[in-house]
Nanobody, 120 residues
């Protein structure tokens, strides 16, 4: 049973920062690529940041590149998303899962997500 639990969201003003955490159970994150996704009301869920297995190489959507940083802690079986210079358009529910923009490994195991609201 794969369980994914996101945390760390909240209300922040434009230009502020947040650090999101994702804990995984029933899944060894060291053996898969992991990604952060976000979904705003009325919009598709999009991958925003990915960290690859083995290499740890990262990739980001252009609209977050230079502002967001994804990392992992294999010992804790967690991934993180450090978000800086937040913009109003970053407002969304943020989720984690194994996979990339091309493949979601556990499509039936989405967590509840964590709400990020950027507002003045």
């Amino acid at each position: 049973q794969v369980q994914l639990v996101e945390s760390g969201g909240g209300l922040v003003q434009p230009g502020g920062s947040l650090r999101l955490s994702c804990g995984a159970s029933g899944l060894n994150i060291s053996r898969v690529g992991m990604s952060w996704y976000r979904q705003a009301p009325g919009k598709e869920r999009d991958m925003v940041a990915t960290i690859a297995r083995f290499s740890g190489n990262t990739d980001y959507k252009d609209y977050v590149k230079g502002r967001f940083t994804v990392s992992r802690d294999n010992a804790k079986n967690m991934i993180f998303l450090q978000m800086t210079s937040l913009k109003v358009e970053d407002t969304a529910v943020y989720y984690c899962n194994a996979g990339t923009a091309n493949l979601i490994v556990y499509p039936d195991s989405w967590g509840q997500g964590t709400q990020v609201t950027v507002s003045s």
